[in-house]
């Protein structure tokens, strides 16, 4: 059967690694107050807690019997107070847990978002947007658990345990022995179980993630959808998509469900121990009625903790195997590092490329030697066949990658020798594809310089005619526009990403122009923005439009990684060689539509 093809992204759960744990741990250090404060308020609460049974015995084997009034009044008035204190600490730690959890979530989010945006571009050419999404959505939420009750509970449960048997053995030593008997049974239980149960969880948690790249598929692809009309066969799909969800969600709820009565029933054995034994003992051995009872309400205790633990040791497996994956994400290095912490100071805007080749792939070399030099204020032409290297040549200078071979300099410095920011402060680029964030338009141009003022928004927006548009809009530039753009049109979204670059006024400019073609009314506005944006900077205009071209002072000709030709657009096409091809295949196709 015919499905799409949606890679899902599971976590792996291995053996616990103690390695990736320790480092987790690391991120509840600065919350180290806030977590002994926790334990502390459970425990006592804990303490409270297991003194109810035992003022229970006091009561029916000593106040009740001898007539002791006043006395049970007062017990029952502290037993009272007891409770309302158990409760108070009780909401304070749960309170105090959650925020601890919930900081160091932030904290991790925070430090993964300030990585990846530190990243080279090489890594995303490798690593899908939902890799990355998973990592520090899905798995950091999956660790929300451990930080949030995890290692608290775990601490407290523990104590739990010791204190009521504890408070058994004091009690009536034999009794205890006899009745934690039932505890290895429980064990055992509780092992033979709970790796079926983790195995079926996980099975459950992975065709939800299929659910989530499927849809994520299908809404980012709504409009080929919709335009195949394939919602059908997606429907189809998604049912069973949605069907596997179903099944295995329904997989692991029965075993859980049947766990829940199986402790019930150890329970209830272990009372029915206590009953029958105690019962033996109560006419040889001074076992008390109260004895009796109160033995049963720890033993309901008894087991909670016991249940809690055998999950803790559930939720390490599955943070372990997340923080894996977060690890290995902050532990990826950037490849583009400045070499010496010395800033691009001023410039004239020359830009000299070296013997510079180039490959993203060692198997397939890009670009072969390129040398040339742009001097200050010159617009330059990069033409050629799609793939034949126009916008890598603008990625190395933008150092996005770095050459294999060779230099790229500014103003006579090596770009490896500056520090990245105040490179890429000094170049503005324009991509093939203008991007829109959501927000509004006032906030799109502002991107790249915060502190713009309204009235450089606007007369930037002026200089390259997008004011026009924007103000016949609701809200004019308050409008908010969507991620992507979509409420604009293509020749709009341009024009707005030109009113981007020239408020950030960069000394080179790098225009990736778009091959979209829009209406002549646009495409007369486009032109005179361009011929605006380049005024009086060094430009890399990878054109399409013949005008762009023309204009240009230098015209390169890209064949398969090489320079082919150099020149001006009159002596190229006199040359009669690959320009003069480009230009008659482009300008009849021009003429034909
Ligand atoms: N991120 C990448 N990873 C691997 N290979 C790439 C990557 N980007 C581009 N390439 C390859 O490098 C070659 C040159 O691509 P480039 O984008 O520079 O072409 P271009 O001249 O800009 O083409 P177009 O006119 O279509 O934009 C192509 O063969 C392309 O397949
Ligand atoms: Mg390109």
Known sequence: MARSNYNSDEAVIKDLDVGQLKRLIQYLKPYRKQLWLTIALMFAATI???VSPYIVQLSIDQFIPNRQIGLLIAVALVYALAVVFSYIFTRLKIKLANRTGQYVLFDLRRDLFDHVQSLSLNFFDNTSAGRVMVRIVNDVNTLNHLFTNGFVNVISEVSVLIVIAIAMFIIHP?????????APLFMTLLILTRNEIRRRWREMRRKVSNLNAYLNENLMGMKVIQAFVRQKENDRIFHEVIGDVFKSWMDAIRLNAAFGPAVSLVSIIGTAIVYWYGAKLLAIDGVTPGVIISFSLYLD????????????YNQLLVASASSERIFELLDQKPQIVSLSK???GQIEGRVEFKNVSFHYDPEKPVLKNISFTAHPGETIALVGETGSGKTTIINLLARFYDPVKGQVLIDGQDIKHVQLDSLREKVGIMLQDPFIFSGTVMDNIRYGKLDATEAEVIEVAKAVHA???IVEMENGYYTEVNEGGTRLSIGQRQLICFARVLLSDPQILIL????????THTEILL?????KLLEGRTSFVIAHRLSTIRNADRIMVIDRGEIAEVGTHEELLAKQGLYHQLYTVQYEYLNAV
């Open 174 to 182: 034999k009794l205890a022995l006899v009745t934690l008997a039932s």
């Open 512 to 519: 990736d122009e778009a091959t979209s073609s829009v209406d």
């Open 48 to 50: 409270i807690d297991s």
């Open 527 to 531: 032109q005179k923005a361009i011929d």
């Open 467 to 469: 004011h026009d548009f």
């Open 301 to 312: 205790r008894f087991w909670q903790p016991v249940w809690m633990l055998s999950n803790f």
């Open 342 to 344: 010395q800033r691009l």
